[in-house]
């Protein structure tokens, strides 16, 4: 369990380069990772606390036959003082075999207490790599959203300034040029129709006027 958590460690230090090579998502990796991580956390949070409960038990059996075997003593004090030597020895056996049930359970609750320290240790180490792997994780996917911007946006930008587009642009520039072109032409053509035939018209109205004047002098007697 400790070995895949540092494994875990491991890859998310230093691996980051090979997840991007294999065409791996960085970010669903590390998430992965810190799931794992989480797990491996839960396991050892449930190991220790299993130990802590082994540990009280031993130590509450520990106590109970070291009771015993301090009442036997005060017992077989009390029988001597009835001169009841039998029932001192009787008690005095008992206290033995009490006394050797303490000592047991004594040592192995004092084990049972060096392995809960070293758990409850583990776990604590286990604890704060997680947090600082987590704060890596933050910041390395953090770098992967930066680089995939940055090179969608190199890409969009490259397209942009590609021979292709600059030549569409183009293209496009001289199609305007083109229709600029022909707007003016016809706008040329139109005012030269117009200008002749309003030179036309002019005429048509000279034409009309001398006649008219020409009529009026006959009849006023000045022609």
């Known amino acids: ?19 991007l090579d294999k065409a791996e998502d960085p ?47 005060n017992q077989a004090e009390q029988a001597i003082e009835a001169d009841n030597d039998d029932l001192a020895k ?12 303490a000592e047991m ?15 409850r240790g583990k776990l604590d180490e286990m604890k704060k790599e997680y947090q600082q792997m987590k704060l890596k994780k933050d910041t390395l996917q953090a770098r992967a959203e930066s680089a995939k911007t940055r090179t969608k946006m190199n890409r969009t930008m490259s397209a942009i ?6 030549k569409g642009f183009e293209r496009m520039e001289e199609k305007v040029l083109q229709y600029e072109a ?10 030269e129709t117009r200008s002749l035939d309003d030179e036309f018209g002019k005429l ?14 006959k009849k006023m007697g000045k022609d």
Do not use: C, P
């Open 1 to 19: 369990m400790f070995k895949f958590f540092k494994r875990v460690s491991t890859v998310v230090g230093s691996e980051l380069n090979a997840m």
């Open 27 to 73: 970010v669903k990796m590390l998430d992965q990772f810190i799931r794992d991580m989480e797990g491996d956390i839960q396991e050892v949070e449930s190991a220790v606390a299993k130990q802590m409960a082994n540990e009280k038990m031993l130590k509450r059996k520990a106590d109970d036959a070291q009771a015993k075997v301090e009442k036997r003593q």
């Open 90 to 101: 009787r008690a005095l056996e008992d206290k033995a075999e009490h006394q050797q049930q």
């Open 105 to 119: 359970l004594q040592e192995s609750w004092e084990q049972a207490n060096k392995d809960s320290n070293v758990l």
């Open 161 to 166: 300034g590609s021979d292709e587009s600059k």
């Open 182 to 191: 022909e707007a003016d032409t016809s706008e040329y053509f139109s005012h």
């Open 204 to 217: 048509n109205n000279h034409s009309e006027v001398d006649e008219e004047l020409s009529e009026l002098k």
